[in-house]
């Protein structure tokens, strides 16, 4: 992980600008790359991130959180943790109980 200070922040928009705490350019941060922060960051923030390129072939902070702001479950990740996914283990276990009743009651 990286560190580096918010220099800039702008909260309608949703983005700003990290500067690293060993120098070099400026790295962009969109509010999605803090996934599961208990607060939006404000400038003067201590970011801790990882690097990537965007699309567009842009450095891009990635992974990030603020230090010393308590991180939240994140509901988010994982199929099993959407409604679809969700849905897919009650049909699941259904099955698995349909499938036990029967073994447990054969047909005469």
Not at 21 to 46: M, N, Q, W
Not at 48 to 55: E, G, I, M, S
Request: charge should be positive.
């Amino acid at each position: 992980m990286i560190k580096g200070v918010l220099k800039t922040w702008k909260e309608d928009r949703g983005f700003g600008f990290i500067s690293p705490e060993d120098g070099g350019k400026d790295i962009f941060i969109h509010i999605s790359a803090l996934k599961g922060t208990s607060r939006r960051p404000v400038t003067g923030d201590v970011i801790h991130y990882q690097v990537a390129r965007d699309n567009r072939g842009k450095f891009k902070a990635v992974n990030a959180y603020i230090e010393g702001v308590e991180i939240l479950e994140d509901k988010s990740a994982g199929f099993f943790n959407t409604k679809k996914g969700t849905i897919v283990l009650i049909i699941l276990a259904l099955v698995a109980i349909v499938a036990a009743v029967v073994a447990l009651n054969p047909a005469p």
